[in-house]
């Protein structure tokens, strides 16, 4: 199972920016999808962000479209979240996810990061 290091969350006020990191351990980094999801108090993990083992196959969720950007380097065997134009209701626990059985998608994560809190204020 490969361990996953969330960092980069904090209070940001409304229209800001941040940027999530997320760094792996093992080997086979390049060979997996990785992903963003996130969490508030009461509700079930949502679907943020996700990226191939290349980085040439992303995907967003709608609420996110335009804003966020995901992005990986396997090199270093991170993987990013820039957030732009940020509003009240991103506020959240942001979990940094690996799908160890799909290159393309996050589909069935099988490893979650510790998660970071993310607040943005109005």
Known sequence: QVQLVESGGGLVQAGGSLRLSCAASGRTFSSYAMGWFRQVPRKER?????????????????????????????????????????????????????DQTNPRIVTAPDSWGQGTQVTVSS
């Open 46 to 98: 949502e679907f943020v962000a996700s990226i191939s083992w290349t980085g040439g196959l992303i995907s967003y969720a709608d609420s996110v479209k335009g804003r966020f950007t995901i992005s990986r380097d396997n090199a270093k065997n991170t993987v990013s979240l820039q957030m732009n134009s940020l509003k009240p209701e991103d506020t959240a626990v942001y979990y940094c996810a690996a």
